[in-house]
C-alpha cells in the first residue's frame, strides 16, 4: 500500500491508514520508519538544547570525532556513556571525545491498534523523540552539570527569582571573558519572568508576546530565553527552580551526529509479540569544552 504524501503526524484518519500499512507492507513499514526518522532528526535540530547551544562538527566516512579547543588550561568535559563524563584538562589543541550510540526502540503491539482510539503514530512520535532528542539534551545537561564547582559554583537562590539573581549567574560566565548567549530555565521559573514587570519590561514588546505564547525567543539582558514550559512533559529536563546560562557554542562545545537518525524495522520476530516498530539510532560524540562557558542557579 503506498504511502501518502501528506503531513506525517496530521492528526487525521490518515494515522490509521499509515499505521495499518506498516503492518501489512514490509515497504511501507520502512518508509514510514524513515521518515519518522526524518521528523525526529529535523525536529531535534530544531528544538533540542544540545544541539542550540553546541557547535556541529561535520564526520565523513573514516572520520574521527575531533573538537578544536578555543580555550587551552580549561576544565573540559567529554561524554563517554549515557551517565558517564570524563573530565579532561584541555592542553592540546584538540578534543577526541569518544563516539557512542544513543538508541529509541519505538514498537506497536497489535492489540493497541485494536484498542487505541487516539492517534497511535503521534504517540510513538513523541517516544521516538524522548529517544533521541531528549537523550541528547540529557547527555548535554549530564555533562554542563559536572562542571558545577570546577570553575563556577551553583548559585542558591531563596523566593522568587529576580533580575539581580539572574544577572549574577550570568556574570559567572561574563567574568571569564565569556559572552552569556543563552538562559535555559525550568517551566516554574516561567511565572517569575512573566509576572515580574522588571523582566517584562526588558523584552520588546513583539518578543514578548511569543515569549508569552511559545516560551521561547526573547532576548533577555543579550541573553536568548528559553523555557521548558511549553515542551511537551516527557521531553523536560531540567529540575524543578534550575536554570542555566551558557556561552557562546564557539567556546563552549561541540557535537559531531554522522549522518543523523537511522531507522530499522523491528516485527514480532525480533520483540517476540505480535506487532511492528522501529529501532530509532545515532552515532554521536560531544564534549562541554570549558567549564567556565556554563553556569547553574537553582530556586529553593
Known amino acids: 500500500m503506498p504511502l501518502p504524501n501528506s503531513a506525517l503526524l496530521d492528526k487525521t484518519s490518515a494515522l490509521s491508514v499509515l499505521i495499518q500499512a506498516a503492518f501489512e507492507d514490509n515497504k511501507a513499514h ?9 521528523n525526529i532528526y529535523v525536529t531535534a535540530n530544531r528544538k533540542g538544547y544540545m544541539r542550540r547551544f553546541m557547535n556541529k562538527i561535520e564526520l ?6 575531533r573538537f578544536p579547543v578555543r580555550k587551552k588550561n580549561v576544565t573540559a568535559m567529554l561524554v563517554s556513556g549515557p551517565t558517564r563524563v570524563e573530565a579532561q584538562i584541555a592542553q592540546d589543541n584538540w578534543l577526541t571525545p569518544p563516539e557512542l550510540q544513543i538508541v ?23 517516544e521516538g523523540l ?8 540529557r547527555l548535554w545537561l549530564n555533562a554542563s552539570r559536572n562542571t558545577i564547582g570546577v570553575d563556577n559554583d551553583l548559585s542558591i537562590i531563596s523566593g522568587t527569582l529576580s533580575p539581580l539573581s539572574l544577572m549574577n549567574v550570568r556574570q559567572n560566565v561574563a567574568q571569564w571573558g565569556l559572552k552569556p548567549v543563552y538562559c535555559l530555565m525550568a517551566s516554574d521559573l516561567f511565572i517569575d519572568i512573566v509576572g515580574d514587570t522588571s523582566f517584562i519590561q526588558a523584552i520588546e514588546p513583539v518578543a ?7 516560551g521561547e525567543l526573547a532576548v533577555l539582558y543579550g541573553m536568548t530565553l528559553i523555557s521548558e514550559a511549553y515542551r511537551h512533559p516527557e521531553h523536560k529536563t531540567l529540575d524543578a527552580g534550575e536554570f542555566v546560562i551558557v556561552s557562546d557554542p564557539a567556546f563552549h562545545g561541540a557535537y559531531s551526529d554522522r549522518g543523523g537518525v537511522d531507522s ?13 516498530g522501529w529501532l530509532f539510532s545515532e552515532s554521536m560524540s560531544m564534549a562541554v569544552a570549558n567549564s567556565r562557558s556554563v553556569s547553574f542557579g537553582r530556586r529553593i
Request: glycine share 8%; no cysteine.
Open 30 to 38: 520502512r518508509v514510514l520508519g524513515e521518515r519518522m526518522a526524518d
Open 264 to 276: 530499522q524495522p523491528i516485527d514480532g520476530t525480533t520483540e517476540r509479540m505480535v506487532g511492528r
Open 208 to 214: 514578548r508576546h511569543e515569549l508569552v505564547m511559545t
Open 60 to 65: 565523513k566516512q573514516g572520520d574521527i570525532p
Open 104 to 126: 529509541s526502540r519505538v514498537f506497536v503491539p497489535q492489540n493497541e491498534i485494536n484498542q487505541s482510539n487516539t492517534d497511535v503514530l503521534d504517540i510513538k512520535y513523541v
Open 130 to 137: 524522548e529517544g533521541i532528542m531528549v537523550t541528547e539534551d
